[in-house]
């Protein structure tokens, strides 16, 4: 079989794994004879282990730093404009950490823009809670971000954005009625 016939096929192979089309000990069987055991794009055990274990990291430091930003925030008496400092700078950290998460650890873009969108609700959460005092206002932003959600995880079929956007607005809705 020729050269270019043969990488078509492995990277089809490759693509089944990723997209789970077929269970991963078929794509490694499958990977293993077309590459006649030498494989370097299929990632070995411990190279799994890392990615898992970065992408864990970069979704704890992700989460953990509006909240802890927003407690900051909420519970002391600063400024407006150290408190808009802080959000600034903890959107920045984010979108800092979506491009190296993206470009340097390859992690998957579904837990980056699941992390990176439910980061920007809470920083819009926070500037509701602390500087728009009518509730309803407060009700209408969250509610299109979270309709936003939805649209874009039908459009791009991400399953987990339209659950969290569709349970989001059945929360909203909840909060509205009481």
Known sequence: MDARRKAIIINEIIYWKESNLLPDQYCDYLLALYTEGTDEKSDTPA???RKNMLTIFFLMINLFLVPFIALIIINTDITIVLSITLLI???AICLTLSYFGAKVFLIDSTYIS???LLNIFLISLIVVNQWIPQAWIGLMIVFIQ???WVVLGAKISNKWLMIMGILGLAISLIMLIL
């Open 114 to 116: 699941l992390a990176l």
């Open 47 to 49: 190279k799994k282990q």
């Open 146 to 148: 979270l309709v936003a």
């Open 89 to 91: 700078l903890a959107l």
